[in-house]
């Protein structure tokens, strides 16, 4: 299989996004990263799966930022 290690800020939070999305990666604590594990048997569609739930939390993540700034200026 290929593994796909992702350094991210949260990756203990976007496995968890994931996981409630029926979408299972590992967050690796020692290392602080999360990653991503492919099998012989995983379809184009598995990989958008995990691509567009990445892209869900990542999008969240900056709404998230966005409003806090907008507190700190209001």
């Not at 796909?4 to 996004?17: A, R, S, W, Y």
């Not at 995990?50 to 209001?74: M, S, Y």
């Amino acid at each position: 299989g290929n593994i796909i290690t992702l350094q991210v800020e949260d990756p203990e939070g976007l496995v968890n996004f994931l996981e409630a999305k029926h979408i299972y990666i590992r967050y690796l604590r020692d290392k602080d990263v999360a990653r991503i594990s492919f099998h012989h048997t995983s379809t184009l569609e598995d990989f958008k799966k995990v691509v567009r739930g990445i892209c869900d939390w990542l999008e969240l993540k900056k709404k998230a930022a966005n409003l806090d700034r907008q507190r700190v200026v209001a």
